[in-house]
């Protein structure tokens, strides 16, 4: 099995669960969801960016094989500073 069938069998489980997460800054809670549809596949995988095979195996494509792992693993910390992204929705 090549490492788009692997990463498409992963991104498959993902899509029976919902991750409840509860973030803290500075004493200010903030809770959030995360589930996984069908139609993400394309754009979390990298697939809308392919512009030959050659690139399929790098980038994206394997992390995504491995997110479950690391969203089960509870050890992840996320820093954030929205001036450097201003125009995100985050």
Known sequence: MDKLQLCAKAFQKLLEYEYHFIIGQKRKL???????????????SG???????AQIQQGRIFSLSDLEKMLDDNQMIFRYNEKVNKFSLI
Not at 47 to 53: A, G, R, S, Y
């Open 30 to 44: 903030r809770e959030f969801y995360l589930n996984f549809d069908k139609a993400d596949f394309h754009h979390l």
């Open 47 to 53: 697939l809308h960016k392919l512009k030959d095979i």
